[in-house]
């Protein structure tokens, strides 16, 4: 799911699993092949990692880091070459080959993901080497940028109800700024061009088949390679099932009535305390929030950082906090500090998550850049411009201002609080070049073996329903299984689908179609 940038710069978020407001960036359409041949592709299939420890004062001291190097373009091999960061945990015992994940975004660095979480998967230690990557344009892998002044022409959607022209041209400066920044690789990212790099990876790795771990946007970029390499897909399990069909436009309503959602049963958990901030009546409580919100934008309040909070940015830290259900309790003191005191440090602490503040864009030619150098706002910049490459929806500026007022309403029904915030995704992608069509028509029927895709009922990202219907596009490989609880994703807070899914990977066990997992106790 794509991320929101606020021009309030203290204020923007940056996190792997946050929702989406405007795009910037559109890009090439990239080669398609059905396999690893193709003409000067050897030299990269030869390759194997070097491994060696990690640098960085914080990173694990088991942590393994490496590269590959893949061709900036696949069409033309010898035009360019790219290196792309690896980490991995080595196996405890005997490896049978490597797992590799994806994080999610898309534009999550998977390498700092894995020294920050990693612990989640060291069940799969007892028979895979663990190892993930940044993908081309993320990370340390040549970094895409819009430079230190983007969010000045960002807008949270508010713009569109007094100048929707403006609100374009604004996209329009984003979107040039934003190659200005990003170097040869802007044209050349995108899901399609990544499924090729993992490729690239297995054989590297020196496994005959991938299996693979892939969480929201990663189910999308599995089920990419189960189309582009049926016969390389070893056992591959995705876990927060992202849509294969669905327009941007479309993603939004459905993100904004799983936001919904998501806050519903927030609320209704909240109002059992008495210590809630909108009183003990679910219903009564659904309603302060709409009026808070709507308070907020009318009458923002300041501060620590000397920027205004408004009634959108509210929205945003409340959607950050709902992705984990472990955070409804730091979500419910924030509100009440807020409501109760007018401090806004809580709220805005959910929004940021410490996220530094911009600065200026790395410089590569293709090579590894160092931590350091990474630009603060590559997450939402290669958010943007992958989605942008992965979609080839381009509505224009006379279809969106006809629109308009159908979308409004449409977005307000799904959601009266989250509506507003996402209505600015009919802008995504404006004006840029048009993405592949590749995803929406090839990613079917895929002739692999069995897939397990991971749903959770709850899920204010990827609703269920995706999980659903992307099972019925793969065809007979996908196998459901249905995790009835909250969050985003079910593997790191599901004893039960961590436990499925593990069995899966390391003895190839899958549940029956359709099985369940319930909440865990407590």
Sequence with gaps: MPVKLSKRRALRRSTVTAVVGLALLGAGLPAVAADGDGPGLARFYRQKVAWTKCEGAETPEDLQCGKVTVPLDYAHPEAGTLDLALARYRATGRSRGSVLLNFGGPGGAGVAQLAFGGKDFMGLTNGYDVVTFDPRGVGRSSPVSCGDGAEETADDGTGLDADPQAVLDGIRRTAAACAKHSGPVLPHIGTVNVSRDMDVMREALGDKKLN??????????????????????????????????????????????????????????????????????????????????????????????GELFTGQDLVGSIGQALYSEELWPSLQRALASLVEDGDTRGVVGLASGGIRLPGRAAETDGGLVDEEDVPPDNLPAALMAINCADDPDRPTAA????????????????????????????????????????????????????????????????????????????????VVLDNRDEGHTGYGSSKCVHRTVDAFLLYGSLPANGSSCGPDAG
Excluded at 271 to 281: E, N, R, S, V
Excluded at 428 to 446: A, H, L, N, Q, S
């Design 212 to 305: 693979y771990l892939g969480f929201s946007y990663g189910t999308r970029l599995g089920a990419v390679y189960a189309a582009q390499f049926p016969k390389k897909v070893g056992r591959m399990a995705l876990d927060g099932v992202d849509t294969l069909t669905d327009p941007l436009t479309e993603q939004g309503v459905a993100g904004a009535e799983g936001q919904q959602r998501a806050l519903d049963d927030f609320i209704t958990w909240c109002t059992k305390d008495i210590a809630c901030p909108f009183g003990q009546d679910p219903r009564t409580a659904r309603d302060e929030v709409v009026r808070l919100v709507r308070s907020l934008d009318d009458s923002p309040v300041p501060t620590d950082f």
């Design 399 to 478: 279809q969106i201002t006809r629109d308009l007022d159908r979308l409004r309403a449409e977005y307000e029904r799904a959601s009266p609080v989250f509506g507003r915030y996402r209505l600015s995704e009919v802008l995504m992608c404006y004006g840029r070049p048009k993405g592949t069509d590749f995803i929406r028509e090839k990613v079917k029927d895929v002739k692999t073996p069995k897939l397990l895709l991971v749903g959770t009922r709850g899920d204010p990202a990827t609703p269920y329903r995706w999980t659903v219907q992307t099972a019925e596009r793969l065809g007979d490989a996908a």
